[in-house]
């Protein structure tokens, strides 16, 4: 007989799987002045918030941006093409010990974008051939940086906010690793092993100080903070590797907005570069000092006179801000498809398994939950009550049914919860002397007090799950997300103000209809390929530290700007992982100009005088919106049970060598 704590560890090693067809939630919105569009294809039922008055008052902005991107990846992987097989130390996390080492730097070659290093094996002394500065390894940007000026990138977890603020200006460092001096040990000699227990940079410094004035904290309880509160676990650590490119370091940078990497080898952190130590690594001593240098470089460009002023926003800008005191408002849409070969008896593997009845419609079957909900709740000023709307969707893991469990129900109950949640405190607001329990609630938080009442329900299971909250005085949306499920934001942006990266160079520019682009895209936390992190639980606490659970604490929060008519849509992994991002820009394209909201003739111009004017449509959208929904939904269906058509999910794993 299998123990409970065997058949524990047994779910948590099987919960993660999922088929990538099974299950589709989608949510699609778009903004207008007086409303916006937003669909969820996640639910049984469609719904539709009408146009509503503005808010009361104003209040100053909801929540600070933690970090403008959240990644969860496990040691053995990083999901980076073309990295070469991760290192694993001994013990099972990122980095173990710190090491230094001071070699001889390669040579630089003068005006020009080019590096030349000199082989010890080459008894000539002839030099390699040229290659790019992209191309260079890191392991010659360490040597360099070393060799010029060596400090140890190192911080205790029991050091203050004063002191890393100190150590950050005497060091001249944008990072540091936090270690745990209570558990060095004295290897050798001359070796002391640090055992590293986190990150933390300049930035996580500033959030830390503005987090605690911001809560009224007096300047010795802000400075004397411990860094351990805020410095990011040892385990979602970013990290580079000596022999991986500058090109590849700088790519990975910016798509995670990282300003920090450590370079691991063989367990040890062998030091952190920053976009500082690349451009160093181009310019020799010469290129930055004497007389030369200043004469070209600095002489003609230090200095502003007093008359200096800003200047004023581009046009396409201006249109924008003039439009920024008015609320802007959410009309939604809500659809829902279960797996296509879905019965009340459980899941057919093929066609031919599910037998000859018409394909799944009932909502009831799907994993999928979500919830809408449109709350009165107090701003951060608490004296003004402000109209806010909440939305999420969750993917209840299908595995946990092989063990008996209905996977349905923790993450229905999930999205339940986070309703009553909301109802609750928004009631509060409406008692006597109740306001001070009404605060608002950020994604985060009503994530994890859903979470602690689904636990305290015992509700065996697991999830992923988005939770939003848009801000209509601000036009911002705010979101906590865990898992594959996310957001994407589509917007027109037109390609005389685009930047090179989006503009649209396939379609000649006086064929183009719209200039319809990807805005916004949420990051995902992924353990490996088709194994999200989620929130679960098996009936007793995990204290496994590799585990495929998180806390709402751990989510990737985020905030995003919306601008009228923006589309946003909100989905579990069974959209994103059957239709191409570039297919649901179109497909919302298509919605528009059907819908009457984007004119063949005329254009996106036609349309925003047609709002300065005063017209909004928003009625219309309130009908159509739906209709978008049902349409991603389908788009979905059609793309899984379509053999010839390789999904977003299929091309993924092709990418990564795994027979799907």
């Not at 040691?75 to 694993?88: F, N």
């Not at 801000?321 to 008015?326: C, E, G, P, Q, V």
């Not at 379609?507 to 353990?527: C, G, Y």
Request: proline share 4%; glycine share 6%.
């Amino acid at each position: 007989m299998t123990s409970p704590y065997n058949l524990t560890r047994a779910l948590l090693r099987e919960a993660a799987t999922r088929a990538s067809r099974s299950r589709v939630t989608s949510c699609a919105a778009a903004s207008s002045s007086s409303a916006a569009r937003f669909s969820s294809a996640g639910a049984s039922t469609t719904t539709t918030v009408q146009q509503r008055r503005p808010p009361s008052s104003s209040s100053s902005p909801i929540f600070l941006n933690n970090n403008n991107t959240c990644h969860f990846f496990s040691t053995s992987l990083v999901d980076v093409e073309d990295l070469p097989p991760s290192i694993q130390s001994p013990d099972g996390i990122i980095a173990a010990t710190l090491s230094s080492a001071a070699t001889i730097p390669p040579i630089k070659n003068d005006n020009t974008n080019e590096t030349t290093t000199t082989s010890s094996d080459n008894n000539n002394g002839e030099e390699e051939p040229r290659q790019k500065t992209s191309q260079v390894k890191i392991s010659e940007v360490l040597k360099r940086k070393h060799t010029l000026r060596w400090v140890e990138p190192v911080i205790s977890k029991e050091a203050t906010v004063r002191e890393a603020i100190a150590l950050c200006i005497s060091r001249k460092l944008n990072g540091m690793m936090v270690v745990d001096y209570n558990t060095s040990s004295q290897k050798t000699i001359t070796e002391l092993r640090q055992k590293c227990v986190g990150l933390m940079t300049s930035r996580d410094i500033l959030r830390m100080m503005a987090e605690a004035i911001k809560s009224g904290a007096s300047s010795d309880e802000v400075l004397d903070q411990k860094i351990s509160a805020q410095m990011t676990p040892i385990d979602q650590v970013i990290y580079g590797r000596p022999d991986e490119t500058i090109g590849m370091c700088r790519a990975i940078m910016a798509k995670l907005g990282i300003k920090c990497l450590p370079i691991l080898s063989e367990g040890r952190v062998e030091g952190i570069l920053n976009t500082r130590d690349f451009s160093d690594f181009y310019f020799d001593a010469k290129d930055r000092g004497g007389k030369k240098h200043y004469l070209r470089d600095v002489s003609q460009r230090v200095g502003l006179t007093s008359d200096t002023s800003m200047a004023e926003p581009p046009v396409f800008v201006r249109q924008n801000l003039a439009r920024r005191h008015d609320p802007l408002y959410l009309n939604v849409g809500v659809a829902e498809f279960p797996h296509p070969f879905k019965s009340v008896d459980g899941i057919g593997s093929s066609r031919r398994n599910f037998g000859p009845q018409d394909l799944a419609t009932d909502s009831d079957l799907s994993e999928d939950a979500h919830f809408l909900s449109e709350v009165e709740l107090l701003d951060e000023t608490g004296t003004n009550l402000q109209k806010l709307l909440y939305m999420g969707v969750a993917d209840g893991v299908g595995s946990w049914r092989e063990y008996g469990v209905d996977p349905r129900l923790f993450s229905h109950n999930l999205m339940e919860e986070c309703d009553n949640v909301l109802k609750e405190a928004s009631s509060r607001c409406g008692t006597l002397g109740g306001k001070t329990n009404c605060s608002m609630i950020s994604p985060a938080e009503l994530l994890a007090q859903s979470y602690e009442r689904t636990k305290g329900a015992n509700i065996i299971g697991s999830s992923t799950a988005c939770v939003a909250l848009f801000d209509s005085v601000r036009h911002q949306l705010h979101f906590s997300n865990i898992g594959d499920s996310g957001i994407i934001v589509l917007r027109h942006i037109d390609s005389d103000v685009a930047s090179p990266l989006q503009r649209n160079r396939s379609t000649p520019r006086a064929e183009r209809k719209s200039d319809m682009r990807i805005a916004f895209v949420s990051q995902q936390q992924l353990k490996s390929f088709n194994h999200p992190f989620q929130m679960g639980w098996t009936g007793e606490e995990i204290v496994e530290k590799n585990s495929s659970f998180k806390m709402a604490s751990d989510s990737c929060a985020s905030s995003v700007h919306i601008l009228r008519g923006d589309i946003i849509i909100m989905a579990t992994d069974g959209l994103f992982d059957n239709v191409d991002v570039e297919d649901l820009a179109y497909i919302a394209l298509q919605w528009e100009h059907e819908s009457g909201f984007i004119e063949n003739i005329g254009g996106i111009p036609k349309r925003n005088k047609r709002w300065d004017e005063g017209e909004s449509r928003t009625d219309i959208s309130a009908q159509a919106i739906p209709r978008l929904a049902e349409i991603l939904c389908q788009k979905a269906r059609e793309n899984s049970l379509d053999n010839t058509v390789d999904s977003p999910f299929a091309m993924l794993a092709k990418e990564n060598d795994i027979m799907w």
